[in-house]
Nanobody
């Protein structure tokens, strides 16, 4: 099955930037879309952004539009999330997910912590 490994999290001051990466391995030809989700302490996991793997259609949560950019490198089987103008409310564990066509997200990475200080 598909394996996902995130990297790039860390501590940053408000207004700063971070770029997350998610490396996919295994049967990656089965992937239809990939996305980023985040989970703050005591809250449910929430959608951040996703992208279709072949034609790169993107969608974003309203809370990150204009600040975050999702992209992918098919040759490297890697998903990215460029996060700019970070706010303390962006603090969360960020998870990478992958979905096959007509399926919900079923493959997940281990998560990477993003902490934004005020």
């Amino acid at each position: 099955q598909v394996q996902l490994v995130e990297s790039g999290g860390g501590l940053v001051q408000a207004g700063g930037s971070l770029r997350l990466s998610c490396a996919a391995s295994g049967p990656t030809s089965s992937i239809y879309r990939m996305g980023w989700f985040r989970q703050a302490p005591g809250k449910e996991r929430r959608f951040v952004a996703d992208i279709t793997w072949i034609i790169s259609m993107t969608s974003y949560a309203d809370s990150v539009k204009g600040r975050f950019t999702i992209s992918r490198d098919n040759a490297k089987n890697t998903l990215y999330l460029q996060m700019n103008s970070l706010k303390p409310e962006d603090t969360a564990v960020y998870y990478c997910g992958a979905a096959r066509r007509n399926r919900d997200y079923e493959y997940w990475g281990q998560g990477t912590q993003v902490t934004v200080s005020s």
